[in-house]
């Protein structure tokens, strides 16, 4: 399975197989196991032990290593598709509809009217075949008007949120 994980402004290919992890297309050797208390765990890498703790809340994590912390957004290949197929109907400028990529079922709604939002920050949890799927803003902007609300059922292309 892939995943791509987002630190800062640097995005990282990850590849888990049964026998290996690769990140970017080089393997690499970790051994992570959770240590004591929930969110702190004990990671093996290039033979040196390392504590970290790690906190999350769906797709983004909070990494803290030797102090200093690290916010990583991780998204896997299946919501990145439907992330990326999304249609978006605008200029840069204007108004923009964020649209369903799929029929689905609102489980939450992430934002609010009047919110500032970045470029690739959750919208709305869509729930599709089972599997919820994180619909992320397409630009940056403001959010101007929210279509949907939870329990709703959508069908594909029907406007989610308007964006300005």
Known sequence: MKYYARVGE????????????FVDGTAIRVDLKQSGMTELYSMLFDGTSHELLIGSDRFNYNVTLYGEQFQIQV??????????????????????????????????????EGQEVEEGLPLIILEAMKME????????????????????????NSVLILLE
Do not use: C, F, H, W
Request: hydrophobic share 35%.
């Open 75 to 112: 998204e896997d290949e299946r919501s990145r598709r439907l992330n990326a197929g999304r249609q978006m109907s605008s200029d840069l400028s204007g108004k923009a509809a964020v649209n369903a990529p799929i029929p689905g079922l609102v489980v939450k709604v992430l934002v609010e």
């Open 10 to 21: 640097n995005e990282y290919e990850i590849e888990i197989t049964p026998e290996e992890l």
């Open 133 to 156: 799927n994180e619909i992320r803003a397409p630009r940056s902007g403001i959010v101007t008007q929210i279509e949907v609300a939870p329990g709703q059922r959508v069908e594909q």
